[in-house]
């Protein structure tokens, strides 16, 4: 599904990412780990296209998009949530997924009423039922608690009817029975969707990851299934003796 | 157009651009460390100007209204920044656009109420009156000659302390982040008080140059304050080195075009539709060049941000 | 929904009723008045979309009155007189401009964007002046009206109830417009840009379609206008004009539907008590201005009802 081959981003004598070569295999669920400034939201930019890579070649479902805009990535099916919750605050729960309903569709239907448009509601209504929030659909965005942000942060990345999820630690910030129910709705989303998961809970992590990649200063130390990371000397003295 | 004629223009576009600089320098200093896009500097530009012909009338000596006119502006501006501007650092662009825009009405308006509204022309002392001569068979007014001369001399200074002091170092810095300038252990307050004084400095500075050579009347400030919007686009917002290469550029694209576009095009279509395509061409020189500048180069040609 | 409803009906009602009670008190001078505010309004609405919905500070809105009216009176001048064909004229030339202005702008963004409206439009200016034939400095007078049948726009209280029609129209059109997919992805474009771009949404063709949009409806205003002034100056299209109808926008409430008419009677009704007491009036709105920039937040709209989303 997704390929990236050997992708360089330097910010002046910064390396941030150095050399990063990848492949997650559709239906994969592929965590990324590694300690703060490792570059893993600079890698998540440069794939999502929000950020153009010094050097190297990203290929999405056979595709080469690394000249490709954010917005025409987003319209090929690669979704992206932020880090830093990024939704529409002065919109309505539901209005902030129907817009993300209607990114899909282009500029199809351009001049009808949004506020009517059942092409853009029930698919809307669908996933919030999905994720959960179905009852929270009237709100406005802004009154919701910080965790049913998060959650609004995926139902809208899903919104989109993504072919990979590019997923920025969406438990950040969350308590723990905050996280448990996000762990839970990723686990039902892990199959059926292709997923980057870049998260620091590790517990989340092994729990969802088919594969892990850990990264260390703008490389990838290793690539494996969990049982082999979490016994890596490598990654341990890096980032997991920590965290574990 | 002779070559000598064109060495003249060109001089003056200098002259001109010189003048566009000191303007760009405090405006994209006030919006490089404070964040503030600040439409009255406009006002303080004509300020400048007001505050010296009064000073000079009533000292009547050129050199003691100048020093007074500066130092009058340098108090108005700090004063409007203490009183009016304050509360806008934290506002987004368009509150501080309309909050300046409030107070462009209101100076023009006090100047008028103040000094009426015909132009004042300010006078000149002996010395700075008659003319120069920079190459053999040319010779050139000589108070134009002075303030091309005291404008480098400012731009050196200015250069100098954005080079090379730690003032220039947080401006480099792109300081328009509260927190890291007080964690440098530096008074915020004082120091925006005191950038804006200097940005107020600098267009009282350039108002007060203008004097002589322009109308000194309400609404001059705009009138100027546009173009020194068009430096800034084409060099570059928050550049320092930008506002001087696109003050020049602009002030001798200006100059020529006024001077020589409507003799050129007598020589290609007729002399009377020259008469008026010929300076309408010539007004919409530089925002035409503005375009084509944001076509190649969308954020100007020096952008620090 | 249903305040909002009830508001206009009163509002529309109020207005018409103006001119006959106007003329019974023969106070005709309000006549005139209102019905300048109601034409500006149309501006201030136009400029709504982009600014309030939009997100896009366009400080050279007046542009396209000075297009709008110089379109009628070039066509006047040259001894076209069919209102039809100069109403289009000027929405379709103010169009063309505001695309060919917004093509450029757009582009950028922040304080850029400020700066660039506000010269281009000054360029627009200064080519109105220095054009002799149409007056350049001191512009021209109307040779004669636009002619359409039926109505005659020389007749003070008839020229009245077009600028409500349009005015109410105009509201409407707004209304309608932002709440359309294209409206919702504008608004979610000045909401949130990076959310948008992320959900495969691109602002740059909504917002530069929406400064169209604007660009021929305050060209609309302007056509308008010189029918009301019977007169037109590059005046039409100074920055200070521009800056006027950017507080009308904002004095009423950006992003509703009734904040730029309200914003527009109030800011001009307020110029006229001003203008009434001293010559001088603009060193008493200057700083009112200011501190309605510094105090107010939610506009006049929001006293009334609260804004629809």
Redesign the interface.
């Known amino acids: 599904m997704l390929e990236v081959a050997d992708l360089r981003k330097s910010f002046g004598a910064l390396r941030a990412t150095d050399g990063v070569s990848l492949a997650v295999a559709q239906g994969e669920t592929h965590a990324i780990i590694g300690p703060n400034g490792a570059g893993k939201t600079t890698l998540i930019a440069q794939l999502a296209g929000n950020l153009r890579p010094d050097s190297g070649r990203i290929r999405f479902a056979g595709d080469d998009v690394t000249a490709l805009p954010a917005h025409a990535r987003a319209r090929r099916g690669l979704a992206r949530s932020f880090q830093i919750t990024s939704i529409y605050p002065d919109f309505t729960v539901l209005q902030n997924v129907a817009l993300a309903v209607q990114g899909r569709s282009g500029a199809a239907a351009l001049w009808r009423d949004a506020r009517r448009d059942a092409s853009l509601r029930g698919p809307a209504r669908d996933i919030l039922e999905e994720i959960g929030l179905a009852e929270r659909a009237e709100v406005l965005a802004a009154n919701l608690a910080h965790g049913e942000q998060r959650q609004l942060e995926v139902a809208i990345a899903l919104a989109t009817r993504p072919r990979l999820l590019l997923l920025d630690e969406p438990m950040a910030g969350m308590g723990a029975e905050e996280s448990q129910r996000m762990i839970g709705l990723l686990s039902k989303l892990k199959g059926r969707h292709t997923m980057i998961l870049v998260e620091h809970d590790m517990d989340a992590v092994f729990r969802l990851a088919d594969r892990i990649s850990v990264l260390v200063y703008g490389r990838l130390i290793a690539t494996d299934i969990p049982e082999r990371i979490r016994a890596n000397e490598e990654v341990r003295r890096a980032y997991l003796g920590e965290n574990l | 157009m002779t070559p000598i004629l064109v060495f003249e223009q060109l001089l003056n576009g200098l002259q001109f651009g010189v003048m566009l600089f000191l303007m760009a320098a405090g405006l994209t200093l006030v919006?490089g460390i404070m964040n503030l896009?600040n439409l009255a500097h406009g006002s303080l530009y004509m300020v400048g100007a007001y505050a010296t012909v009064a000073a000079i009338n009533w000292t009547g000596s050129w050199l003691a209204g100048v020093a007074l006119g500066l130092a009058a502006t340098l108090v108005i501006g700090m004063l409007t920044e203490v009183i009016?501007l304050r509360?806008?650092y934290e506002?987004d662009?368009?509150?501080q656009?309309?909050?300046t825009?409030?107070?462009?009405?209101?100076?023009?308006?006090?100047v008028?109420?103040i000094f009426g509204r015909t132009a004042l022309y300010m006078s000149l002392p002996g010395w700075l009156q008659g003319h120069v001569q920079i190459i053999p068979g040319s010779i050139y007014p000589a108070y134009r000659a002075a303030v091309i001369v005291v404008g480098l001399l400012v731009s050196a200074g200015l250069w100098y302390v954005v080079a090379r002091t730690r003032l220039g170092m947080l401006i480099r810095a792109g300081a328009s982040n509260r927190a890291m300038v007080s964690a440098l252990g530096i008074n915020i307050r004082l120091l925006y008080t005191l950038v804006f004084g200097c940005g107020a400095a600098l267009a009282g500075l350039a108002g007060l140059m203008a004097g002589p050579i322009y109308a000194v009347q309400p609404g001059m400030g705009?009138m100027i304050l546009?173009q020194v919007?068009?430096v800034?686009?084409i060099g570059g917002?928050g550049s320092v080195r930008g506002a001087l290469v696109g003050a020049i550029i602009v002030g001798i694209v200006d100059t020529l075009g006024r001077a020589f576009l409507k003799p050129m095009l007598a020589t290609l279509i007729s002399p009377t539709a020259a008469e008026?395509a010929g300076?309408?061409l010539a007004?919409?020189l530089i925002?035409?060049l503005?375009?084509v500048v944001?076509?190649v180069r969308?954020?100007?040609l020096f952008p620090s941000k | 929904m249903r305040k909002e409803l009830v508001f206009w009906f009163v509002f529309a009602a109020l207005l018409a009723f103006l001119p006959p009670v106007m003329n019974a008190v023969g106070q005709p001078y309000y006549i005139d008045l209102v019905r300048r505010i109601m034409i500006l309004a149309i501006a201030a609405v136009s400029l709504n979309l982009i600014l309030g919905y939009g997100g896009l500070?366009s400080?050279g809105h007046a542009a396209y009155l000075g297009v709008g009216a110089y379109a009628v009176g070039i066509l006047a001048f040259y001894g076209v007189t069919n209102g039809w064909l100069q109403f289009a004229t000027a929405i379709v030339a103010s169009a063309l401009v505001a695309a060919a202005i917004g093509s450029?702008s757009i582009?950028?963004s922040?304080?850029?964007f400020?700066?660039?409206t506000?010269?281009?439009t000054?360029?627009l200016y200064?080519?109105g002046?220095?054009?002799?034939?149409f007056g350049g400095d001191d512009g021209m007078r109307l040779k004669a009206r636009s002619q359409f049948p039926l109505i005659d726009l020389g007749d003070p209280v008839a020229s009245y109830y077009v600028a409500l029609a349009f005015m109410l129209a105009s509201v409407y059109l707004v209304y309608w417009i932002v709440n359309t997919r294209f409206g919702m992805a504008l608004r979610a474009s000045k909401s949130n840009e990076a959310r948008t771009r992320a959900v495969g949404i691109s602002p740059y063709p909504y917002r530069l379609a929406a400064f169209v949009i604007a660009g021929a409806l305050c060209g609309l205003a302007g056509a308008l206008y010189a029918n009301h002034t019977n007169y037109l100056t590059p005046g039409f299209m100074t920055?200070?004009q521009s800056?006027e109808l950017?507080?009308m926008v904002?004095l009423g409430g950006m992003a509703s539907t009734a904040g730029p008419v309200l914003g527009s009677f109030a800011l001009l009704l307020l110029e006229e008590v001003l203008k009434g007491w001293t010559e001088?009036?603009?060193?008493i709105?200057?700083?009112?201005?200011?501190l309605?920039?510094?105090l107010f937040r939610r506009g006049l709209a929001g006293i009334f009802y609260k804004p629809d989303a």
């Open positions: 919006f896009v009016a509360t806008l506002r662009h368009l509150d656009v309309l909050a825009f409030g107070l462009i009405l209101f100076f023009n308006e006090a008028a109420m705009e546009i919007f068009v800034i686009v917002i008026n300076p309408a007004s919409m925002y035409l503005m375009a944001l076509a969308p954020a100007g | 500070v400080f450029i582009r950028t922040g304080i850029y400020i700066m660039i506000l010269a281009f000054q360029m200064y080519l002046i220095s054009i002799a034939e920055w200070q800056g950017m507080f904002i001088h009036w603009q060193v709105l200057g700083p009112l201005l200011v309605s920039v510094i």
